[in-house]
């Protein structure tokens, strides 16, 4: 499966990629005879509904042309990142300026809005964390 993983990864990335978006993540998981093919897609902003179909269509297509995944049936999950995804790289700090985090950082436990992020660094209201420090990030759901 990892084979197949990296097929549709080599496959996909491009179209993702000349459409301005990121491949976050491929995965394939057994569904009784069927597979369920997982396609992640980020970009540098917040992705509409609209942004995300035009993305499941042209993965779609791609998908179903690679003749190396043979005649085994799948289904295909299109979709961006949930709130609840761990912020990984630099990008996913930049993208969510203005919005409050929970940070691990060398085991203790910090929250605070992403205010800016320069170099390695992300800025949390004033203090400024080390993204090399950070164990665990994840935004913190608010309600307005």
């Given at each position: 499966m990892k084979h197949q993983v990296e097929l549709i990864s080599n496959a996909i990335r491009p179209v993702i990629e000349a459409e301005g978006g990121y491949l976050e993540e491929v995965t394939i998981t057994?569904?009784?005879?069927?597979?369920?093919?997982?396609v992640i897609v980020?970009?540098?902003r917040h992705l509409?509904?609209?942004e995300v179909t035009g993305f499941s269509r042209q993965v779609s297509e791609v998908v179903e042309n690679l003749s190396e995944l043979g005649e085994n049936p799948?289904?295909?999950e299109v979709s961006s990142?949930?709130?609840d995804r761990p912020l990984t790289l630099l990008r996913h700090f930049k993208k969510n300026i203005g919005r409050l985090v929970n940070l691990t950082v060398k085991g203790e436990k910090i929250q605070g809005r992403i205010t800016e992020v320069k170099d390695e660094v992300i800025i949390l209201d004033t203090q400024e964390v080390a993204f090399?420090?950070?164990?665990?990030?994840?935004?913190?759901?608010e309600f307005k």
């Open positions: 057994p569904a009784g005879r069927r597979s369920l093919v997982t980020d970009s540098d509409s509904l609209d799948f289904t295909l990142p949930g709130i090399a420090d950070i164990e665990i990030a994840r935004l913190e759901i």
